[in-house]
Nanobody, 120 residues
Framework: QVQLVESGGGLVQPGGSLRLSCAAS????????LNWYRQAPGKERELVAN????????NYADVLKGRFTISRDNAKNTVYLQMNSLKPEDTAVYYC?????????????WGQGTQVTVSS
């Protein structure tokens, strides 16, 4: 059974930090690109960051560069999102996604999301 379970969300004051984790099981984790998305109320889901299967390449939404860091531990089947200098506009549900395309077939798994609220 495929599972992606996010944790680490919560309420934090502006300027604070959180570290999200996403633990995976039921599929070959190390062969997937891992993505973090977020969706704020009334807005579309947006890509926050991603990391390639071997962890050699990362990409970030331009507005987040320098504040967020994505990493992965393939031995633990876990991907992380370190979020620093948080702002109220970072408030959203954060989702973990595992994705790959093999000979035209898309493999795509999602977690249930974890709420991050940035407020004083």
């Amino acid at each position: 059974q495929v599972q992606l379970v996010e944790s680490g969300g919560g309420l934090v004051q502006p300027g604070g930090s959180l570290r999200l984790s996403c633990a995976a099981s039921g599929f070959h984790f190390s062969t997937y690109t891992l993505n973090w998305y977020r969706q704020a109320p009334g807005k579309e889901r947006e890509l926050v960051a991603n990391i390639t299967s071997a962890g050699g390449s990362t990409n970030y939404a331009d507005v987040l560069k320098g504040r967020f860091t994505i990493s992965r531990d393939n031995a633990k089947n876990t991907v992380y999102l370190q979020m620093n200098s948080l702002k109220p506009e970072d408030t959203a549900v954060y989702y973990c996604n595992a994705h790959k395309v093999v000979v035209g077939i898309i493999w795509d798994y999602w977690g249930q999301g974890t709420q991050v609220t940035v407020s004083s």
